[in-house]
C-alpha cells in the first residue's frame, strides 16, 4: 500500500507563493507517476502537474509559467512550488499517485489510485 500525505497549504493574498508537500510511503517504488490536483467547491476535480518518476513535467496551461512541480525521491516526496497565485487558485489541492490500473492521460483524475487528503490553498484580492 502507498500512502500520501499533502502539506503547505495555507492563506496567501493575490500574487503571493506557497511551497506544497506530499510524503509518501509505503511500497512507493509501484508509483510510476505523480501528479497534483486541485476542486474548489462546486467544481470538478482538476489536473494542474505532473511528473513521471524520470522527472519529466506536465502543466495545464492555466498554471505554466507559475508552478512548478518537482520530487525528491530519496525522501520520498513530492513537492509544487506556486508562485503568482490568484484568487481562481483558491481550491483543495491534492497530491495523486498511479502505480497500476489505466491510464488515462496526465490530468484525469481516473489514471491514479493513491489519493492523499488534501491541503487547502485559499488566495485573496
Known amino acids: 500500500q502507498v500512502q500520501l500525505v499533502e502539506s503547505g497549504g495555507g492563506s496567501v493574498q493575490a500574487g503571493g507563493s506557497l511551497r506544497l508537500s506530499c510524503a509518501r510511503s509505503?511500497?512507493?517504488?509501484?508509483?510510476?507517476?505523480m501528479a497534483w490536483f486541485r476542486q474548489a467547491p462546486g467544481k470538478e476535480r482538476e489536473g494542474v502537474a505532473g511528473?513521471?518518476?524520470?522527472?519529466?513535467?506536465s502543466y495545464v496551461d492555466s498554471v505554466k509559467g507559475r508552478f512548478t512541480i518537482s520530487q525528491d525521491n530519496a525522501k520520498n516526496t513530492l513537492y509544487m512550488q506556486m508562485n503568482s497565485l490568484k484568487p481562481e487558485d483558491t481550491a483543495m489541492y491534492y497530491c495523486?499517485?498511479?502505480?497500476?490500473?489505466?491510464?488515462?492521460?496526465?490530468?484525469?483524475?481516473?489514471?491514479?489510485?493513491?489519493w492523499g487528503q488534501g491541503t487547502q490553498v485559499t488566495v485573496s484580492s
Open positions: 509505503g511500497y512507493t517504488q509501484s508509483i510510476y507517476y
Open positions: 495523486a499517485g498511479a502505480s497500476s490500473g489505466s491510464w488515462f492521460g496526465v490530468h484525469q483524475p481516473a489514471s491514479y489510485n493513491r
Open positions: 511528473i513521471t518518476r524520470e522527472g519529466r513535467t
